[in-house]
């Protein structure tokens, strides 16, 4: 069975400094792999996705993230975070079924 | 423009009560989903439909029941059998395909 681990339940950092938010899926089959960001009282929004082509995926907000197959791992990575990133961001894992198989969350608090 | 619409935004509960959160999406998506969120504790699948007039149970479905009509529509009843249903009750929509889950913008329940 797939399952998707975020290694940090919660990152704090400085407004500017970098930050990794950590995944890393199990499966034996070819899987898509996505993040989600969850701001609060509010759902699930898409941040990014790998499907298949370039293992290195970029959001318009400056967040990217890399496809590691060997590692089997997708961490999300910003050079230069904002206050308004803080939120809670989710990984996830599909292999083209009904089913996604979501990470526990990592809640990233920026500070000022 | 296409998206999940969950109603109403927050909702109370009386013991010994059922209530019904509502879930329409306008993406003509065969899949619909019902997660439960509570604090710290990520996604839990509830209930989840392939398709019109099927449904099948997810991890936690006990306490809860739902309904697949229209294709448009998946309502998820809370039991009075639940004991412990406050949580923020998320709706979802998708395709057996690459793509990624689309999420409604939550319902709050609380326990009067």
């Known amino acids: 069975a797939q399952s998707v681990t975020q290694l940090d339940s919660q990152v704090p950092v400085f407004e500017e400094a970098p930050v990794e938010l950590r995944c890393n899926y199990s499966s034996s089959v070819s899987v898509y792999l996505f993040w989600y960001v969850q701001y609060p009282n509010q759902g699930l929004q898409l941040l990014l996705k790998?499907?298949?082509?370039?293992?290195l995926v970029k959001s318009i907000n400056g967040f990217e993230a890399e496809f590691n197959k060997s590692q089997t791992s997708f961490h999300l990575r910003k050079p230069s975070v904002h206050i308004s990133d803080t939120a809670e961001y989710f990984c996830?894992?599909?292999?083209?079924?009904?089913?996604?198989?979501f990470g526990a969350g990592t809640r990233l608090f920026v500070k000022a | 423009d296409g998206g999940i619409t969950q109603s109403p935004k927050y909702l109370f509960r009386k013991e010994g009560q059922n209530v019904t959160l509502s879930c329409e999406q306008n993406l003509n998506h065969d899949a619909m989903y019902w997660y439960r969120q509570d604090p710290g504790q990520g996604l839990r699948l509830i209930y989840y439909s392939q398709i019109v007039n099927d449904f099948q149970k997810g991890d936690i479905a006990e306490g809860y029941s739902v309904s697949r009509e229209k294709k448009e529509s998946f309502p998820l009843t809370v039991t009075s059998a639940q004991k412990n249903p406050t949580a923020f009750y998320l709706c979802a929509s998708g395709t057996p395909t690459n793509q990624p889950q689309h999420f409604g913008d939550g319902t709050r329940l609380s326990i009067l």
């Open positions: 996830a894992v599909k292999d083209g079924g009904f089913k996604t198989i």
């Open positions: 790998y499907l298949s082509g370039s293992t």
